[in-house]
């Protein structure tokens, strides 16, 4: 969830460093910070709350060097504030920044105090400061430093390190979180992120587990963790500087809405054609990995575990394979029963999340028959450590709450059931229907998107509420669990999300005139039974909001508000469509209240700690 960015330069790494940190905004934190060595001595800069707070210090206080680290934070131990905001630093100018969470903190911490060390902060990061320090006095090499400290530590973590003593070089390593080295033209670059460095590079280098690296200017110096010198690949990101601009939208979240067409769009692109899905755009080996498949285990977080949901329907319907869906940080607690020839799919955003990638460590050694990542970050731990992936394309997603990664995973799954279901049935003309069915949805969310004022329309009367409840049958309950996610996310209001036959069996208590209650309901075999379920909410006086197929019968009334969806939307095309109108509500609902749509309070795009 934090933000690190580095940099070694003969210009000035200031605004390099300063830019850097606004391009990770996206991720979540409550304090920012920078060191730099000037004339060959540390200083340092922090503050409580946003960059620009720490940019309007800077200010007051111009800083100027050719080397710096700086970091945004996310707390984990300490309260947010300034004396546990990053930078931290140990005796004899060392300064550290940190990513990630260590687990024998206290008894290192520990040890050092009675050696004399002195804490001015409450976190862990410090711990790992004075520990260098520590070991500097064995050896005046800071790499060696670095290395001795990081084989003592237990947890997860991305560290880069800079020394009064050692001016010409920043120390990383990487143990859990991302870290990457972005490669210039007589000066390289440090970030947890390449999106930070794409004004200064598009070249880069990614670290694997248990790396340490030795930066300079002119060079890169990279040992695995058995302490060998390496060569990591230097790789060229696609992604361009400007990919994470707002452009004429006043916020990314609505930026990213609008961009679902294109986004699925490419998400599809190359991966279907002539009326048939190419399995090849899983991995070379996808297609006898798919012909054995018996059953599906899906295994993600908060959105993806909604976008796994949908999957488990569709998996179930068209394939007739049995699949489980289960959130993450509940399987890694757990001794799941592993059916013979289940294939393990894992879900992420960001390809970070630390629960889903200790969940698909652990089921390495669980008897699957392999793993396959849905992502949106090629270069992410994830992807490097499944066997089949299936990249989406998103692009760069800065709103918290998630909504082309959504859709773009959704549309990733969909391919996923056809490639599946292609070897239960070996049906081609099936299979050309079902293709042409997901080439259709890009258009059909644009035609969805023309509901856009409409749902400002309507936000108007959620913005006073405290609750709300959303109802789908079928595969739409997962988006029901969506649409709720989103409201509570960035508007604050309590929603939850229930099958609508699930109404009388508790729910149904809740319902009165204060209580909107939201309904997706497209024209399928489960309308009438979800006709049934909504008039009991009218019997009860709740006010009734239904996204509905115009030949499904529904028509507004007293108490009854019908939002007309585009006509006779195929039942693969549903959980995509029917999302649209529900990220929008939410928004517009957000942007009534005042609240930070881009940056909701308390959460954070890439939840890299358990």
């Given at each position: 969830?934090?933000?690190?960015?580095?940099?070694?330069?003969?210009?000035?790494?200031?605004?390099?460093?300063?830019?850097?940190?606004?391009?990770?905004?996206?991720?979540?934190?409550?304090?920012?910070?920078?060191?730099?060595?000037?004339?060959?001595?540390?200083?340092?800069?922090?503050?409580?709350?946003?960059?620009?707070?720490?940019?309007?210090?800077?200010?007051?206080?111009?800083?100027?060097?050719?080397?710096?680290?700086?970091?945004?934070?996310?707390?984990?131990?300490?309260?947010?504030?300034?004396?546990?905001?990053?930078?931290?630093?140990?005796?004899?100018?060392?300064?550290?920044?940190?990513?990630?969470?260590?687990?024998?903190?206290?008894?290192?911490?520990?040890?050092?105090?009675?050696?004399?060390?002195?804490?001015?902060?409450?976190?862990?990061?410090?711990?790992?400061?004075?520990?260098?320090?520590?070991?500097?006095?064995?050896?005046?090499?800071?790499?060696?430093?670095?290395?001795?400290?990081?084989?003592?530590?237990?947890?997860?973590?991305?560290?880069?390190?800079?020394?009064?003593?050692?001016?010409?070089?920043?120390?990383?390593?990487?143990?859990?979180?991302?870290?990457?080295?972005?490669?210039?033209?007589?000066?390289?670059?440090?970030?947890?992120?390449?999106?930070?460095?794409?004004?200064?590079?598009?070249?880069?280098?990614?670290?694997?587990?248990?790396?340490?690296?030795?930066?300079?200017?002119?060079?890169?110096?990279?040992?695995?963790?058995?302490?060998?010198?390496?060569?990591?690949?230097?790789?060229?990101?696609?992604?361009?500087?400007?990919?994470?601009?707002?452009?004429?939208?006043?916020?990314?979240?609505?930026?990213?809405?609008?961009?679902?067409?294109?986004?699925?769009?490419?998400?599809?692109?190359?991966?279907?054609?002539?009326?048939?899905?190419?399995?090849?755009?899983?991995?070379?080996?996808?297609?006898?990995?798919?012909?054995?498949?018996?059953?599906?285990?899906?295994?993600?977080?908060?959105?993806?575990?909604?976008?796994?949901?949908?999957?488990?329907?569709?998996?179930?319907?068209?394939?007739?394979?049995?699949?489980?869906?289960?959130?993450?940080?509940?399987?890694?607690?757990?001794?799941?029963?592993?059916?013979?020839?289940?294939?393990?799919?894992?879900?992420?955003?960001?390809?970070e999340t630390a629960d889903t990638l200790a969940a698909l460590?652990?089921?390495?050694?669980?008897?699957?028959?392999?793993?396959?990542?849905?992502?949106?970050?090629?270069?992410?731990?994830?992807?490097?450590?499944?066997?089949?992936?299936?990249?989406?394309?998103?692009?760069?997603?800065?709103?918290?709450?998630?909504?082309?990664?959504?859709?773009?995973?959704?549309?990733?799954?969909?391919?996923?059931?056809?490639?599946?279901?292609?070897?239960?049935?070996?049906?081609?003309?099936?299979?050309?229907?079902?293709?042409?069915?997901?080439i259709e949805i890009p258009g059909l969310i644009e035609k969805?998107?023309?509901?856009?004022?409409?749902?400002?329309?309507?936000?108007?009367?959620?913005?006073?509420?405290?609750?709300?409840?959303?109802?789908?049958?079928?595969?739409?309950?997962?988006?029901?669990?969506?649409?709720?996610?989103?409201?509570?996310?960035?508007?604050?209001?309590?929603?939850?999300?229930?099958?609508?036959?699930?109404?009388?069996?508790?729910?149904?208590?809740?319902?009165?005139?204060?209580?909107?209650?939201?309904?997706?309901?497209?024209?399928?075999?489960?309308?009438?039974?979800?006709?049934?379920?909504?008039?009991?909410?009218?019997?009860?006086?709740?006010?009734?909001?239904?996204?509905?197929?115009?030949?499904?019968?529904?028509?507004?009334?007293?108490?009854?508000?019908?939002?007309?969806?585009?006509?006779?939307?195929?039942?693969?095309?549903?959980?995509?469509?029917?999302?649209?109108?529900?990220?929008?509500?939410?928004?517009?609902?957000?942007?009534?209240?005042?609240?930070?749509?881009?940056?909701?309070?308390?959460?954070?795009?890439?939840?890299?700690?358990?």
């Amino acid at each position: 969830m934090c933000g690190i960015v580095g940099a070694i330069a003969e210009r000035n790494v200031v605004p390099i460093l300063m830019e850097g940190l606004r391009r990770l905004e996206y991720r979540g934190y409550d304090s920012a910070g920078l060191a730099v060595l000037t004339n060959g001595h540390l200083q340092r800069q922090r503050r409580m709350g946003k960059v620009a707070e720490l940019q309007s210090a800077l200010d007051a206080e111009p800083l100027k060097s050719n080397i710096g680290i700086a970091h945004t934070r996310w707390a984990t131990h300490g309260v947010p504030s300034e004396k546990n905001a990053h930078p931290h630093i140990s005796h004899d100018g060392l300064a550290i920044v940190h990513n990630g969470i260590i687990e024998n903190h206290e008894q290192l911490r520990d040890e050092l105090k009675s050696l004399g060390y002195a804490f001015t902060s409450d976190t862990d990061t410090e711990v790992i400061a004075h520990r260098i320090h520590y070991h500097l006095k064995k050896t005046p090499n800071l790499f060696e430093a670095v290395q001795a400290t990081v084989h003592e530590l237990e947890g997860a973590y991305a560290l880069v390190v800079m020394s009064e003593a050692n001016p010409g070089q920043l120390i990383l390593a990487r143990c859990g979180c991302p870290v990457v080295v972005g490669l210039g033209e007589n000066e390289n670059f440090v970030a947890s992120d390449v999106s930070a460095l794409l004004p200064v590079t598009r070249r880069f280098i990614f670290l694997e587990e248990g790396d340490v690296a030795e930066i300079h200017r002119s060079h890169v110096r990279v040992l695995d963790k058995d302490g060998k010198v390496t060569h990591r690949p230097v790789k060229e990101s696609e992604l361009s500087a400007d990919a994470a601009e707002k452009g004429q939208y006043p916020h990314y979240m609505l930026k990213e809405i609008h961009e679902q067409p294109r986004a699925v769009a490419q998400t599809l692109e190359e991966r279907v054609a002539n009326g048939k899905l190419l399995e090849a755009a899983f991995g070379p080996s996808a297609t006898g990995i798919f012909r054995r498949v018996e059953a599906v285990h899906i295994v993600a977080c908060g959105t993806s575990f909604h976008a796994g949901s949908v999957a488990r329907y569709l998996i179930e319907q068209v394939c007739r394979l049995p699949c489980h869906v289960d959130i993450a940080s509940e399987y890694r607690y757990r001794n799941p029963v592993v059916p013979k020839n289940t294939l393990f799919v894992t879900i992420s955003q960001s390809g970070e999340t630390a629960d889903t990638l200790a969940a698909l460590r652990l089921a390495r050694s669980a008897g699957y028959l392999s793993s396959l990542a849905i992502c949106n970050v090629p270069e992410s731990s994830l992807v490097r450590e499944s066997e089949l992936v299936m990249l989406t394309r998103a692009g760069p997603e800065i709103g918290v709450a998630s909504t082309k990664a959504f859709t773009t995973q959704i549309a990733a799954l969909t391919m996923l059931v056809i490639a599946l279901a292609k070897h239960r049935t070996a049906d081609a003309e099936r299979e050309r229907g079902l293709v042409q069915r997901l080439i259709e949805i890009p258009g059909l969310i644009e035609k969805t998107l023309v509901l856009d004022p409409v749902m400002q329309k309507l936000a108007e009367r959620f913005a006073d509420k405290h609750h709300a409840l959303f109802l789908g049958r079928g595969v739409l309950h997962p988006i029901a669990m969506e649409g709720a996610l989103k409201l509570k996310e960035i508007s604050y209001i309590h929603a939850e999300a229930y099958p609508a036959g699930e109404l009388k069996h508790g729910p149904l208590a809740l319902v009165d005139a204060d209580m909107p209650v939201i309904t997706v309901a497209p024209n399928n075999d489960l309308l009438e039974k979800l006709k049934s379920n909504l008039m009991e909410v009218r019997a009860r006086g709740g006010e009734l909001f239904v996204f509905a197929d115009p030949d499904s019968g529904f028509e507004s009334s007293d108490g009854v508000t019908v939002i007309k969806m585009p006509k006779h939307v195929f039942y693969l095309q549903a959980p995509i469509v029917y999302t649209i109108p529900l990220q929008l509500l939410a928004y517009h609902v957000a942007i009534l209240r005042g609240t930070d749509v881009d940056q909701p309070r308390n959460l954070a795009k890439s939840v890299t700690v358990e």
